[in-house]
């Protein structure tokens, strides 16, 4: 069974930083597609950045020039790094990876990581 285990979450002012870590129990070649979502409270899950295996990237336009997605395939291991954090930005966040088979796709979460931004 895949496990993602996510970090690197916590408290920070507006306009600081945070580097969030997404830990994979397998290979993450194994992987199609990577990708962060957010969830903040009484709104529905969203897309923030997603990372193909060709490294193909994909921002939400409200991070873009913010926010980077980047993996470290020897440490299998996937990053967000969030930079001029504003409040807007507070909410859980939950790493995703999945893996396109013949039929279907397997899609494995993260527990999630809270990020609070404070102004």
């Known amino acids: 069974q895949v496990q993602l285990v996510e970090s690197g979450g916590g408290l920070v002012q507006a306009g600081g930083s945070l580097r969030l870590s997404c830990a994979a129990s397998t290979s993450i070649f194994s992987f199609n597609v990577m990708g962060w979502y957010r969830q903040a409270p009484g709104k529905q899950r969203e897309l923030v950045a997603m990372?193909?295996?060709?490294?193909?990237?994909n921002y939400a336009d409200s991070v873009k020039g913010r926010f980077t997605i980047s993996r470290d395939n020897a440490q299998n291991t996937m990053y967000l790094q969030m930079n001029t954090l504003n409040a807007e930005d507070t909410a859980v966040y939950y790493c995703?990876?999945?893996?396109?088979?013949?039929?279907?796709?397997?899609?494995?979460w993260g527990q999630g990581t809270q990020v609070t931004v404070s102004s």
């Open positions: 995703n990876a999945r893996v396109s088979r013949a039929i279907g796709t397997d899609l494995y």
């Open positions: 990372l193909s295996t060709s490294g193909g990237t």
